[in-house]
């Protein structure tokens, strides 16, 4: 059985407020008794249709909302690269003149400025590149006072 486009709308409001009986009064607005909406709306979304309905717009969702492996590392990349735009407000002194070019003396507005990616964010973004191909390794000194004996015992 395929979802009318009522039942669409009311998962779809679910999935936005999370409440079940007010998603249903709200697109079915012949019922006015809440109890009447709440047993209707556990009954609707009990069926496999709307189950699915709601599992597959909330893996969109997710898909849309939650960034991947693939997006982290090119966002870690562009870093690296300083490719990223870093805004920084500073305190600009400008003079100040009135109507008649008068000077009144100097003021200081705060700035925007866009700068790249700082050395040390673009450093830090190398080191879990790094990380993440395996380019690094710590190194471990290891003393040990007893000898490692192997038991062939396969016979």
Known sequence: MALTIKQKQVADDFIITGNRTESYLKFYKNIKNR????????RLFSTPEVKEYIESKMKELDEELIADQREILRGITKQFRREEIDYQVVMVKKPRFDDN????????????????????????????LGKRFGMWTDKVELEASNQVVIVDDTD
């Open 101 to 128: 070019g008068n000077f009144l003396g100097m003021e200081e507005k705060p700035e925007v400025i866009k700068l790249p990616t700082q050395n040390k964010d673009s450093i830090k973004a190398g080191e879990l």
């Open 35 to 42: 109890e009447t909406a709440a047993a209707a709306a556990s």
